[in-house]
């Protein structure tokens, strides 16, 4: 099953509330008719909630002429002693991976699930067995943004294979892009397929934003 299109609406609202300060993601759910039920925001710590709310409130009614309740936004902001805190529950689970090959080129593919909708990424370039990996990755993120329904909000840093032990492990590196970029880093026990470790590497480094703009 196809994920539903996001309202211009909702996408011409997060654009704007990317642009505030401090905020480094948003993410807008609406009702069958476009209006905007709940506004997610993920920002850094400079500013308390409540005046980043009223900000919102604010830049939405200037900038689109839209009119909402403080009530409806959530706001989670990064700090650093939330490393430490449990994630929250994972909203995507890997569904499906393709490779498609032409001459020294590789196409990834990489379908998510969650809710009973897909959602899919591509990436392509060099067709070489170690790019492969970053291709991979690279696809999962396009997957996951596709999820929330934003565009540049992930880029792949690093995706390598560790021995530990008697086990090989896909460790990912991912950069959150924000004004002060954020590292994230995930890791996935490699069972039957690398590239299968490796997508869940992807999913475990980016699992706290993603569930934070998803409003889980």
């Known amino acids: 099953m196809d994920h539903p299109q996001q309202p211009r609406g909702a996408a011409l609202a997060e654009e704007a509330l990317c642009r505030l300060a401090g905020v480094v993601a948003a993410r807008v759910e609406t009702d069958a008719r476009g209006a905007i ?4 925001v993920l920002a850094r710590p400079e500013r308390s909630p409540k005046i980043l709310a009223n900000d919102v409130v604010s830049l939405l009614a200037a900038e689109l002429g839209l009119l909402i309740d403080p009530r409806q936004i959530r706001i989670a902001l990064l700090r650093a002693d939330e490393a430490s805190a449990p994630a929250p529950a ?3 689970k890997f569904s499906g991976l393709t490779v498609s090959s032409a001459s020294q080129a590789a196409e990834i593919r990489v379908i998510l699930e969650s809710g009973g909708l ?3 990424g591509n990436a392509s370039g060099p067709g070489a067995p170690h790019r492969r990996l970053d291709l991979v990755a690279e696809a999962t993120l396009r997957a996951v943004e596709t999820f929330l329904r934003t565009g540049g909000l992930f880029v792949v840093d690093g995706v390598s294979l560790m021995s530990v032990g008697t086990r090989q492990v896909a460790v990912a590196v991912v950069s959150l892009m924000a004004p002060d970029e954020e590292l994230l880093c995930g890791s996935s026990i490699v069972r039957d397929d690398a590239r299968e470790a490796v997508v869940r590497a992807v999913l475990d480094a980016v699992n706290r934003p993603v569930s934070w703009l998803a409003g889980a």
């Open 37 to 40: 039920e709940v506004v997610h």
């Open 90 to 92: 994972a909203r995507l």
């Open 118 to 120: 897909t959602y899919e």
